[in-house]
């Protein structure tokens, strides 16, 4: 069992810079793969990136690639978000997940069904 406990979030003003925690505690998560997703009102929720225990990585999503950034420190057990330019459209709820992903070579799925665990979520909010 892998429980994920996400901070960070909150209330900016555009252009700014948050950075998104996620720790994981329970067992070690050096070999699940990590994803960083978001879920505004009324949307469903996506895929911002994964990445593997290696840090062999997805794709950003479009919408934040040049402006956020996926890294994980597995000694930590913890994964990062780094969001800077932020823009009012980025505001929704911020969740990591993982799932069980030994496949270091290739990048973690993009599906949210796919993964296994999931944090509680973290509100981040951007102002125009």
């Known amino acids: 069992q892998v429980q994920l406990v996400e901070s960070g979030g909150g209330l900016v003003q555009a252009g700014e810079s948050l950075r998104l925690s996620c720790a994981a505690s329970?067992?070690?998560?050096?070999?699940?793969?990590m994803g960083w997703f978001r879920q505004a009102p009324g949307k469903e929720r996506e895929l911002i990136a994964a990445?593997?225990?290696?840090?062999?990585?997805?794709d950003y999503a479009d919408s934040v690639k040049g402006r956020f950034t996926f890294s994980r420190d597995n000694a930590k057990n913890t994964v990062y978000l780094q969001m800077n330019s932020l823009k009012p459209e980025d505001t929704a709820v911020y969740f990591c997940?993982?799932?069980?992903?030994?496949?270091?070579?290739?990048?973690?799925?993009?599906?949210?069904?796919?993964?296994?665990?999931w944090g509680q979520g973290t509100q981040v909010t951007v102002s125009s």
């Open positions: 997940a993982a799932l069980f992903w030994p496949a270091s070579w290739e990048a973690p799925p993009s599906l949210p069904g796919k993964y296994r665990y």
């Open positions: 329970g067992r070690t998560v050096s070999q699940y793969g």
């Open positions: 990445l593997t225990w290696t840090g062999v990585t997805t």
